[in-house]
């Protein structure tokens, strides 16, 4: 089932594709075949002249700013409001990104709405009462009053996300009242194949894996929920949040990216020795012959690729499209090759 609230101000949540993942999708959604414009004010707020006859009957104004104003508009008229800006001296941009959200897992376009792939896994919804991670979307900027509206219904803020997003823990309740401000555009269930994933879910081998958690009430489930999946778990925490180390089933992957406050999973990637800085310095592989520096063995680098089994396809690697960098900090004692 999918719920939206129709308003005349933002117009009805345009009716998805027959790939568009059916879950409640909350806020006031954007317009298919509109864009976002920022419009400057001639003066500063309370001041500023307003931008009504620049937006005209062509856009619609949604939230005014000490400098500028937030207008919607069909793509079809943006030719005209930039025209009319510009004949009053006013500056005029556009902002199309303001209904994109960047997320791991993919971009999504809030005015059609979450596209949900053929074996992405899902969240329907959330227990009531249970706080879990929602993804949500201003209408522009946020300003302060906004934040301070949702820090005071409940929400907690976990991280911001592209563009005038961010994603939040709330619970059920919480997230029907936010999704009656008209500044909240946009808010979905952050649906587990939109997290990220940075794990071989093809290998059958066991992976040491780190588990980003959300600081948020149910902390001690989703903990002990993560600790029954991995076995045993490392706990450390910073300033960026909270992170389980421990050791990883492909199979479990799934499981993990469904909890309500897992943020993301990823792989933890071993520390080898290398030679290579040795192998492409110049200033110890180097001689002169004829006044010229040279290399004392040219092909010391490739030989060092494909010996030491550190690129075993390099050997077979067309040249087209690379380009060769050559750096020298000229503080090596002894370096005279720049």
Known sequence: MRFSRSFSSFGILAILSALAYAAPVFGAAGRQGYTKLLVSH?????????PAQISGNDGLILADYDSFSLVSAPQASVERIVARGVAAGLGVTIHDEYDLVGLPGGTIDTRIGIVKPPTGETISAYASGKYGLYVLQFIGPPRPEWIKTLLTSGAVIIEAVPLNAYVVALTPEIAVTLSKLSEVQFLEIYQPFLKGAIVDRVSGIDQDVIVEVAEAPGIAETTAAITRVLGSVEQRKNRGGLYLYGRLKPGDVSKLLSDP??????????????????????????????????????????????????????GNLSNEGFIIGIADTGVDSGANAY
């Open 42 to 50: 001639l003066f500063v707020q309370p001041n500023a002249s307003a």
């Open 261 to 314: 406050l897992v943020i993301a999973i990823h792989q933890l990637t071993g520390l080898t020795p290398s030679d290579e800085r040795q192998a492409t310095s110049l200033s110890s592989n180097t001689m002169t012959s004829g006044g010229n520096v040279i290399p004392t063995q040219p092909g010391s680098y490739a030989s060092w690729l494909t010996g030491a089994n550190a690129c075993n396809v390099c």
